[in-house]
């Protein structure tokens, strides 16, 4: 079992940034695959960036590459999200999630945090 806790969401200006971060229960953070996902209102919850077990590979979707940064620091079972540049359409409730199976997949991520509120003005 894995809990998973989202923290450092809040309310930024269009160009800025925010840093999440995931902190995650359990001594098997490291065997999984970490992903961010996040829901717009009025919107179905979408992939946002998964980074694998594995040689801590990453995979982002098209509308953050190169504005959003995953990361995971394994020795404190930790997940991070960095995003740059952020606009209004960044705008969700932003989730972490552990998943044992593709990384991308959203069905396969088997545990889930709570949740945490990035809200971008213009």
């Known amino acids: 079992q894995v809990q998973l806790v989202e923290s450092g969401g809040g309310l930024v200006q269009a160009g800025g940034s925010l840093r999440l971060s995931c902190a995650a229960s359990g001594r098997a953070f490291s065997t999984y695959n970490m992903g961010w996902f996040r829901q717009a209102p009025g919107k179905e919850r979408e992939f946002v960036a998964a980074?694998?077990?594995?040689?801590?590979?990453?995979i982002y979707a098209d509308s953050v590459k190169g504005r959003f940064t995953i990361s995971r620091d394994n020795a404190k079972n930790t997940l991070y999200l960095q995003m740059d540049s952020l606009s209004p359409e960044d705008t969700a409730v932003y989730y972490c999630a552990a998943s044992r199976g593709a990384a991308t997949k959203q069905s396969e991520y088997v545990y889930w945090g709570q949740g945490t509120q990035v809200t971008v003005s213009s």
């Open positions: 980074i694998r077990w594995i040689r801590s590979s990453t």
